[in-house]
């Protein structure tokens, strides 16, 4: 649970490790999960090369490993092996079976009595048994601490340290860490303890602003004292992990490691690991050509990753590890696209099977005839952090509206609307009687774009073109994002054949140019279709264009996905 199939783009072993899912993926690099050639699993951090050779990355990697392996906390996640050499080095900890503290909260609300105790306890340990060591973690969040059976565990101890860059959601980091001229360390995790402490006792996320007077909601008071100065603007002003520590085991000697045990094995109840499951590497191609369909079977089709779930010492059956590396040998390398482009039918079945799989993605769509200002273009993103999110929102430059849907099965509906007002800007609201009810649901509405671009390329048949830049006509901020997105090369394929049933028109002759990237990705689809209707006021044939460009990929997406306080319970006045 929590883990998604490895991308075509991760490595199938790293070490002594073989990999079977992704667990994130941030500025350090990826974390993967993989099992050592005993079956017990591991998570390993993989820096890309890039990163690891920029400055002294390396030495710090090999300081933050050293320091990992020295450390003994109860509440953290342990070191298991590690290779700062390699080309792409790599660090393994402890696998921790359990949801997230983000996943928990979202799933089954705030936490109370002794088990928020014990979670503040254990996170404070945690942080206390690093300090000690000289390191800070400068990339807590709710996605870095896992509620395991025996207890909270933070987890990515040293990643920050390492890159030199933070790995967590930037609104609940310390305000030292964002001045430029000021070095953080240990109180910046103690104040991200604090907001970590709130958020576990009512579910609200922080805004990024620091306030002299937090509001701490149901914090009980035996926390309150403890957060309200964990969460002061001065470091100096915070109290160390020690000291949050000492003062919430009421002990100030002896072993506090043993003494946060003997709570957690007291205190630490009703928290479970979801049920493993089989995830596919991704779903059925829509291409329905037989031989296509043959394709994709053996591109994406029955790849089983097995997640340990809760079971961390066992390993699957025989018969299960077997068939699970029969299937990855079957894997191609390298994607179809890269090695044998002139391979039409796999390759557009790869782009279609990837574009549904990813985990983040932008895609701006537009349908329009003639004139491209004559209908509204919409826009498609999909985020896996701070939580997964994913929306489908009109586009109109400063002006849009559309919905959001929030959560691990994205089942939170949100509605969200711009405002040409510069002060207003944005707005999110609930719509408790149903009035703005979508067309559809914006994971489904995605999927059936990707489905009818599957259609049309079995209906086209395309050949292959070669090599060269995919154009790029209109591409709006919120797709650019951080990205130059202007060099887009690829592999082209083209097509001229005859479209039936676009908008109620009959059979159109029709135009195909699809772009794949390198790794297999869709770049560009545009079908242009002309039928024999006369335009008046443009005294030429109608010209309809289905155009998608697909912006990127599994990479960090900025969808602004709001907080529960930024949500409004209805709909704002007009």
């Known amino acids: ?76 996640a342990r070191h298991r092996d590690a290779d700062v050499r390699d080309a792409r080095p790599w660090s393994a900890t402890e696998y921790v079976p359990g949801r997230t503290l983000a996943a928990h909260v979202t799933e089954f609300g705030p936490l109370r009595g002794s088990v928020l105790t014990a979670l503040a306890t254990g996170l404070a340990e945690a942080l206390t048994a690093w300090h000690v060591q000289g390191g800070a973690h400068l990339g807590l ?26 790995i967590g959601d930037p609104r609940w980091v310390a305000p030292e860490q964002r001045a430029e001229d000021t070095e953080a360390g240990g109180p910046a995790d103690v104040f991200t303890w604090g907001h970590l402490v709130r958020f576990a006792a009512t579910g609200w996320e922080p805004s990024g602003d620091t306030v002299a007077d937090p509001d701490l909601g149901d914090v009980p008071e035996s926390l309150a004292s403890l957060v309200r100065e964990a969460l002061a603007e001065a470091p100096e002003e915070r109290p160390t992990a020690l000291h949050l520590l000492r003062a919430l085991t009421g002990r100030t000697d002896g072993d ?128 896996d952090a701070p939580v997964p999110a994913i929306s489908h929102t009109s586009y109109l430059g400063p002006i849009g509206s559309g919905v959001m849907a929030l959560g691990s099965d994205f089942g939170e509906i949100v509605y969200l609307r711009d405002r040409q007002e510069e002060s207003y800007g944005r707005v999110y609201y609930r719509d408790p009687d149903g009035n703005a009810a979508p067309e559809g649901h914006p ?67 029709a135009t195909l140019d699809f772009w794949v990237d390198e790794a297999g990705y869709p770049l560009r689809f545009e079908r242009r279709m002309v039928s024999e209707v006369i335009v008046p006021e443009f005294e030429e044939v109608l010209v309809l264009t289905h155009l998608v460009e697909f912006a990127r990929f599994d990479l960090p997406v900025d969808a602004q996905v709001p907080t529960d306080d930024e949500i409004l319970p209805e709909p704002p006045d007009q």
């Open 256 to 383: 506090l490691g043993a003494a946060v045990s003997d709570l957690l094995a007291r205190t630490w109840v009703g928290v479970n690991v979801p049920a493993p499951r089989r995830v596919r590497r991704a779903r059925t191609s829509v291409l329905m050509g037989a031989t296509a369909i043959v394709l994709v079977g053996a591109l994406v089709g029955g790849w089983l990753v097995w997640d340990p779930g809760e079971g961390t010492e066992e390993t699957a059956s025989a018969d299960d590890a077997e068939s699970t590396e029969g299937a990855a040998g079957e894997e191609p390398a390298v994607p179809t696209v890269a090695e044998e482009p002139e391979a039409v039918d796999a390759a557009m079945a790869e782009a279609i099977a990837l574009a549904l799989e990813a985990s983040t993605f932008t895609t701006f769509e537009h349908r329009y005839s003639n004139d491209v200002g004559d209908t509204t273009p919409v826009h498609y993103l999909q985020t």
């Open 1 to 76: 649970p929590g883990i998604a199939p490895p991308d075509r783009k991760d490595p199938e072993t790293v070490g002594p490790y073989r990999t079977i899912g992704r667990v994130s993926r941030d500025a350090a690099g990826t974390a993967l999960l993989g099992v050592d050639p005993h079956g017990a699993p591991a998570v390993i951090r993989v820096v890309p090369t890039e990163v690891a050779d920029a400055g002294d990355v390396r030495a710090r990697l090999a300081t933050e490993v050293d320091r990992i392996a020295r450390c003994r906390a109860v509440c953290a």
């Open 141 to 166: 969040d709710p996605t870095r601490v896992v509620l395991s059976p025996r207890g909270p565990k933070v987890v990515d101890l040293g990643v920050s340290s390492a890159v030199g860059a933070s």
């Open 443 to 509: 994971r489904e509405k995605w999927e059936d774009l990707v489905e009818e671009v599957g259609r049309v390329l079995e209906v086209a048949d395309p050949g292959y073109e070669g090599t060269g830049t995919a154009p790029t006509e209109y591409m709006p901020p919120e797709i650019l994002g951080d990205g130059d997105l202007s060099e887009r090369t690829g592999h082209r394929y083209t097509a001229t054949y005859v479209q039936e049933g676009f908008l109620d028109h009959g059979p159109l002759e």
